[in-house]
């Protein structure tokens, strides 16, 4: 987990905060910057927790949680295992690095719920066949991103064998 994340300055003016309140505002923030957090963008989530970090009762995260799922479609969520998927993430914090690529890998090992992780599989299967791959400069480079590429293929393949990348 990196000890920081970026926000950008536009983050504010961004359109698709035009109908978030204050307290999404300050939720989407909290998802994208709090230790629960990780290089994936899929992570197990403490509603008491957050309701200690954000200095609100676990009823009104909860409420955060349903209002960023349902209405502004920000996240995904699985109740049983606890986690959930920031949608942007990828978008606001992942690098076209191998290094990048084979650590998101490694912790989409760690993603319990099926559905979230199927998701993830693909997004990250695209992200290293069009973004990373393409970006490596040499051999080297390759062997570790093809490695985790096909560990994602394969899982892939033995959840839908009839639908393979």
Known sequence: MAIYRKLPVTFWNEPQLDNYT?????????????????LCGCFVFSVKEAAHDMCLDMAKIETLLERAAEIHKAIMQDKETNEILVCDWKQRNWSTSGTTAVGIVKELREIKSEALQAIMDKITLD????????????????NPINRAKEEIANRIKTRCPIDTP
């Open 22 to 38: 204050a307290e999404d505002k300050y939720f989407y923030c909290y998802l994208h910057s709090n230790k629960m957090s990780n």
């Open 127 to 142: 992200y290293i066949t069009n973004e990373v791959i393409p970006k490596a400069a040499n051999a080297e480079q390759l």
